[in-house]
């Protein structure tokens, strides 16, 4: 069972060792004959993966940290405030997780392309910002509203303002709901594929996604460089499965099951 | 007072974004959806009333897509279902059964790993996989299969690898479903004599239920709405139509044939969808 679900995986690792030769044998063998890292090099000689891989980075990192703080802030805000409208905004939020990204993609086109940022970083970020906040503000509300009011009521009593509640208690006692909001959000910075296929012309912005996708339009189609890069598009999601996994599955059965 | 505008406060830079992306893009989508604006052609936008929704009502290759993307979403939901069902009653055995931590880290690893990469990674597997020259299917089955670009199944092979990446999703919210009940009624069954299948049908399933409801419907709306990279990179949406699901229509008319009147009303459409949906499956949740 576990070997058919890692059979695409092993395909792409195994192959992006293999020689061109042995990568266009009919018919194909699994494991490689003679052992390259000529695509690897490739990529980084040919198909300018040095800048996709900082782009990409750069995209990841800022997703996560944007997201995490303005989504926590507000999760925060709708879980222990009340204000006009609190309930008809939460769910405006809930039912923006439905929409085709893509129906909302072009009007934010014109917008980046009015502010000139069309090519840059900041343009993928706002985009997949967006619409991971309402994932974050969701499963950071329902963590919230299971957090023990006590505590807090207890700290105000001492005489803690309220946002130093939210920094010197409640935040520090957050940490593992933090940690898969980061996760979820550097993940969907690393693989935003709508975002970057949208405002990214040159390698100046471009990530690794897309730059592999080009690699698919082209007369000729590398396998080999293809396979290479897949494989190195895997390595920082296969860390953070292997060391975050408990995470993962936390932020993934979320909106099925309470956190 | 003074704690209600904190509230405020604490959810407006949220609101800021959620505003960009969402409801500047909604009005305009509706404002465009009315007129006709191709760029490329002229900068001029022109009111044309009604006539994109005529047109989109009419076009076969609007009504063909959305055939397709419903076709897509009712069976890779349910393969998806079926394989994370299946996978999160073997994963629960191994749970159970297993001592060592270490291959419930390993087993976890396995299975989450196809959700956890990039879709584009996983795509270029099964382009590689797919390959009617030398790819690993057809070695696999003898055969000279053009998967991708045959007609007739470019879109059940995009299911497979779809349903192949996705999946995990099902397998854990299932695997948390039968982890919380209540191990005696599971170890009474064995007493009984109840075998493996006997145990799925009578015990498991019965009991997560509810939790099927909610998985199979969430997961629907994102199957219907989401789907793009994975046929971007298999297909990108042919052979001709056949696999030109409605998010790959959109970004047709939009980015790629600059028809931004066309695109808003493809958009005001599948947004309604999603708005109707989405209504209906947050009210009933809220009843449960």
Same mark, same amino acid.
Request: no cysteine.
């Given at each position: 069972?576990?070997?058919?679900?890692?059979?695409?995986?092993?395909?792409?690792?195994?192959?992006?060792?293999?020689?061109?030769?042995?990568?266009?044998?009919?018919?194909?063998?699994?494991?490689?004959?003679?052992?390259? =890292?000529?695509?690897?090099?490739?990529?980084?000689?040919?198909?300018?993966?040095?800048?996709?891989?900082?782009?990409? =980075?750069?995209?990841?990192? !800022?997703?996560?940290?944007?997201?995490?703080?303005?989504?926590?802030?507000?999760?925060?805000?709708?879980?222990?405030?009340?204000?006009?409208?609190?309930?008809?905004?939460?769910?405006?939020?809930?039912?923006?997780?439905?929409?085709?990204?893509?129906?909302?993609? !072009?009007?934010?086109?014109?917008?980046?392309?009015?502010?000139? =940022?069309?090519?840059?970083?900041?343009a993928i970020v706002l985009g997949v910002t967006s619409l991971q906040i309402p994932f974050t503000i969701w499963f950071m509300k329902t963590f919230f509203d299971e957090f023990p009011k006590s505590i807090e009521?207890?700290?105000?009593?001492?005489?803690?303002?309220?946002?130093?509640?939210?920094?010197?208690?409640?935040?520090?006692?957050?940490?593992?709901?933090?940690?898969?909001?980061?996760?979820?959000?550097? =993940?969907?910075?690393?693989?935003?594929?709508?975002?970057?296929?949208?405002?990214?012309?040159?390698?100046?912005?471009?990530?690794?996604?897309?730059?592999?996708?080009?690699?698919?339009?082209?007369?000729?189609?590398y396998w080999g460089e293809l396979m290479a890069g897949g494989t190195y598009m895997m390595i920082i999601p296969l860390i953070i499965v292997i060391f975050f996994q408990k995470y993962l599955v936390k932020g993934?059965?979320?909106?099925?099951?309470?956190? | 007072?003074?704690?209600?505008? &904190?509230?405020?406060?604490?959810? %407006?830079?949220? %609101?800021?974004?959620?505003? &960009?992306?969402?409801?500047?893009? %909604?009005?305009?989508?509706?404002?465009?959806?009315?007129?006709?604006?191709?760029?490329?052609?002229?900068? *001029?936008?022109?009111?044309?009333?009604?006539?994109?929704?005529?047109?989109?009502?009419? *076009?076969?290759?609007?009504?063909?897509?959305?055939?397709?993307?419903?076709?897509?979403?009712?069976?890779?939901?349910?393969?998806?279902a079926i394989i994370g069902l299946f996978l999160a009653f073997v994963l629960s055995k191994i749970e159970f059964s297993s001592r060592l931590r270490i291959i419930k880290v390993i087993f976890t690893s396995i299975?989450? @790993?196809?959700?956890?990469?990039?879709?584009?990674?996983?795509?270029?597997?099964?382009?590689?996989?797919?390959?009617?020259?030398?790819?690993?299917?057809?070695?696999?089955?003898?055969?000279?299969?053009?998967?991708?670009?045959?007609?007739?199944?470019? @879109?059940?092979?995009?299911?497979?690898?779809?349903?192949?990446?996705?999946?995990?999703?099902?397998?854990?919210?299932?695997?948390?479903?039968?982890?919380?009940?209540?191990?005696?009624? @599971? *170890?009474?069954?064995?007493?009984?004599?109840?075998?493996?299948?006997? *145990?799925?049908?009578?015990?498991?399933?019965?009991?997560?239920?509810?939790?099927?409801?909610?998985?199979?419907?969430?997961?629907?709306?994102?199957?219907?709405?989401?789907?793009?990279?994975?046929?971007?990179?298999?297909?990108?949406?042919?052979?001709?139509?056949?696999?030109?699901?409605?998010?790959?229509?959109?970004?047709?008319?939009? &980015?790629?044939?600059?028809?931004?009147?066309?695109?808003?009303?493809?958009?005001?459409?599948?947004?309604?969808?999603? @708005?109707?949906?989405?209504? &209906?499956? %947050?009210?009933?949740?809220?009843?449960?």
């Open positions: 069972m576990a070997v058919i679900i890692l059979f695409p995986i092993v395909i792409i690792l195994l192959s992006s060792f293999k020689p061109d030769d042995e990568i266009y044998s009919v018919p194909p063998r699994l494991l490689p004959n003679v052992f390259t =890292l000529e695509h690897y090099l490739n990529l980084f000689t040919l198909f300018n993966f040095k800048e996709f891989s900082i782009n990409s =980075l750069v995209i990841a990192s !800022f997703t996560a940290l944007f997201s995490t703080i303005f989504g926590t802030l507000s999760a925060y805000g709708f879980s222990r405030f009340k204000f006009r409208f609190a309930d008809k905004i939460l769910f405006f939020i809930m039912i923006i997780r439905t929409f085709t990204p893509v129906a909302l993609l !072009f009007p934010l086109y014109l917008v980046i392309r009015s502010f000139g =940022l069309l090519d840059t970083t900041m009521e207890a700290a105000m009593l001492d005489g803690v303002s309220d946002l130093g509640v939210l920094w010197k208690i409640v935040i520090p006692l957050s940490k593992p709901a933090i940690a898969v909001s980061i996760i979820f959000a550097f =993940l969907a910075g690393w693989s935003d594929f709508i975002f970057s296929l949208s405002f990214s012309q040159t390698p100046r912005s471009m990530p690794l996604t897309i730059g592999i996708a080009n690699m698919l339009t082209g007369y000729k189609i993934l059965i979320a909106g099925a099951i309470k956190a | 007072m003074r704690k209600d505008f &904190l509230g405020v406060l604490l959810v %407006l830079p949220s %609101l800021f974004f959620i505003g &960009l992306i969402a409801i500047y893009p %909604l009005f305009y989508n509706i404002y465009l959806s009315f007129h006709q604006f191709n760029p490329l052609q002229s900068v *001029e936008i022109q009111f044309v009333g009604l006539q994109n929704y005529i047109w989109a009502l009419n *076009e076969t290759i609007v009504l063909n897509s959305l055939y397709i993307t419903l076709v897509f979403t009712i069976t890779s939901v349910f393969l998806e299975f989450i @790993l196809p959700w956890a990469i990039p879709t584009v990674s996983a795509a270029v597997g099964w382009r590689l996989i797919y390959h009617p020259i030398f790819g690993f299917l057809n070695a696999l089955l003898g055969q000279q299969i053009m998967w991708l670009s045959d007609a007739n199944l470019a @879109l059940i092979s995009v299911i497979l690898a779809d349903a192949w990446k996705t999946m995990p999703f099902f397998l854990f919210i299932f695997l948390a479903g039968i982890m919380s009940i209540p191990t005696e009624h @599971l *170890e009474a069954a064995k007493i009984d004599g109840a075998s493996d299948l006997q *145990e799925l049908k009578h015990i498991i399933i019965p009991q997560i239920i509810p939790l099927m409801y909610v998985a199979l419907s969430m997961r629907a709306i994102d199957a219907f709405t989401k789907i793009f990279d994975m046929v971007y990179m298999l297909t990108g949406g042919g052979p001709g139509t056949a696999t030109k699901v409605f998010p790959i229509l959109i970004y047709n008319y939009s &980015l790629q044939y600059f028809k931004f009147g066309n695109a808003a009303t493809l958009a005001v459409i599948s947004i309604v969808v999603s @708005l109707a949906y989405g209504i &209906l499956l %947050l009210k009933r949740g809220l009843k449960a």
